[in-house]
C-alpha cells in the first residue's frame, strides 16, 4: 500500500516538475479563453408564459347557452373533448406555415431606420460571429467542403400543384428560427412558456410576442376547424335562402297591391301559390337562422380562452457569462488538458518500450 502510495506521488511530482509544459498548454488554453470571452456575441433572452383554457358549461359557456335559450334555441352539453392536447403545440411551432409566418415578424434593429422582418435581418442585416466562423472551420469543416463539390438543387417557391416547398436557403432560416426559439410545456399546470434569443433586448422581446400570438392563433385554428367549417357553410348557405325568402316575400307583396280589388279565381289561385312559395322560403330561411346562432354559440364555446402569466419583458442583462468566469473555465480545462497530455505521454512511452522489448 505504501508503494503505490509513494508511485502515484512520485507521478504527480515528475507532472508538476513539468513546469513548461504546463504553463504552455494552460496559456494556450488562457488565450483561447480570452479570445472567446472577446468574441462571443452578447444574446438577450425574453420569456412568456400562457395558459389556454377552454369554455365549459360555467362560466362564458353556460351565458351563451342562457342567451340562446332566450330565443328558443337548445345547444346541448357536449360530452366529447375536443380539447387539443398540449404535446401538440411543438409540432404546430414546428410546421412549416407556422416558421414561414414568424419569419415576417416585425423587429427594430440597432442601426436600421425602419423595422424589417425576420427573414430580412437573417439574410441581410445579420453578419456571422467569430463562435459561428469557427464552427464553421472546425467542427462544419467537413460538411462545407462536401457543400463546395456537391452540385446545387435549389427548389425555387413556385408550386405548379398542391406541394409544399421548400429551398435549401429557407431551410436554413428555419433550422436557425427554431435555435433561437423554445417552447417549454410544464407538466404540473399546464402552462406553456415560450423563450426567443436575440443578440439585442427589443427584437427578443418582438420575436417572443409574436411567437405566442402566432402559436395561440394557430391553436385556436385548429381547435376550431370543424366549428368554422360547418357554421361557414350554415352563414352561406343562410344568405341564400334569405335572399330567396326577400324575393318571396316581395313578390307576394307585389301582387298583393297590383291585385287588391281583383277578386277572380285565377289571382286568388296565384295569390295562395305566392304565400305557399313565401311561407316555404320563411321556414327554410328561419330554420337556417337557428342553426346559424346555434353553430355561433357552439363556435364560441370551442374557441380557446388564454391567460397571459408572464408577459413578455424587456430584458435588463444578457444571456453571456461574465468574461472573468469564461477565462477561468478555460484555464480549468487547460490544466486537466495537461495532465490527460501527460498521462497519454507517459502511457505511449510505456507501451512503446513493451513493443520494443517483445
Not at 513546469?19 to 480570452?34: P, Q, S
Not at 463562435?131 to 438543387?153: C, E, M, Q, S, V
Amino acid at each position: 500500500m505504501k508503494d503505490d502510495i509513494k508511485l502515484v506521488l512520485s507521478y504527480i511530482k515528475a507532472f508538476f516538475s513539468k513546469k513548461r509544459f504546463i504553463f504552455l498548454v494552460v496559456g494556450f488554453f488562457l488565450l483561447l479563453g480570452i479570445f472567446t470571452a472577446i468574441f462571443t456575441p452578447k444574446s438577450y433572452q425574453s420569456n412568456t408564459s400562457f395558459l389556454a383554457q377552454v369554455s365549459n358549461d360555467s362560466g362564458s359557456g353556460s351565458g351563451l347557452k342562457s342567451i340562446a335559450s332566450l330565443i328558443g334555441l337548445s345547444v346541448g352539453n357536449k360530452t366529447e373533448s375536443k380539447d387539443l392536447p398540449v404535446f401538440l403545440y411543438p409540432k404546430i411551432m414546428n410546421s412549416l406555415s407556422y416558421q414561414r409566418e414568424v419569419m415576417e415578424t416585425l423587429i427594430n434593429i440597432k442601426g436600421v431606420d425602419s423595422a424589417i422582418t425576420l427573414k430580412e435581418y437573417y439574410t441581410k442585416v445579420k453578419k456571422p460571429d467569430f463562435i459561428d466562423t469557427a464552427k464553421k472551420y472546425t467542427i462544419g469543416l467537413p460538411r462545407f467542403i462536401i457543400g463546395k463539390f456537391r452540385p446545387k438543387r435549389e427548389v425555387l417557391g413556385v408550386q405548379i400543384d398542391s406541394l409544399e416547398y421548400i429551398s435549401s436557403s429557407e431551410m436554413v432560416l428555419i433550422n436557425k428560427l427554431k435555435e433561437d426559439i423554445l417552447l417549454t410545456i410544464d407538466e404540473f399546470d399546464g402552462s406553456i412558456s415560450i423563450a426567443a434569443t436575440m443578440p439585442e433586448r427589443i427584437p427578443a422581446t418582438q420575436l417572443t410576442e409574436s411567437a405566442r400570438i402566432l402559436l395561440q392563433q394557430k391553436i385556436i385554428d385548429y381547435r376550431i376547424a370543424k366549428a368554422q367549417e360547418r357554421y361557414n357553410f350554415l352563414y352561406k348557405e343562410y344568405i341564400e335562402k334569405k335572399a330567396e325568402f326577400m324575393a318571396a316575400q316581395a313578390s307576394l307583396a307585389h301582387y298583393t297591391d297590383r291585385n287588391r280589388f281583383n277578386n277572380t279565381q285565377t289571382s286568388l289561385i296565384r295569390k295562395q301559390q305566392l304565400e305557399n312559395e313565401y311561407n316555404l322560403a320563411y321556414t327554410v330561411y328561419s330554420e337556417l337562422e337557428s342553426q346559424r346562432i346555434r353553430e355561433g354559440v357552439n363556435l364560441n364555446e370551442d374557441t380557446p380562452v388564454f391567460t397571459t402569466i408572464q408577459p413578455a419583458v424587456v430584458p435588463l442583462e444578457s444571456l453571456n457569462p461574465n468574461p472573468i468566469a469564461i477565462i477561468m473555465k478555460f484555464i480549468f480545462i487547460g490544466f486537466l488538458a495537461a495532465i490527460f497530455l501527460y498521462v497519454f505521454k507517459l502511457l505511449f512511452k510505456s507501451f512503446k518500450n513493451i513493443y520494443q522489448s517483445s
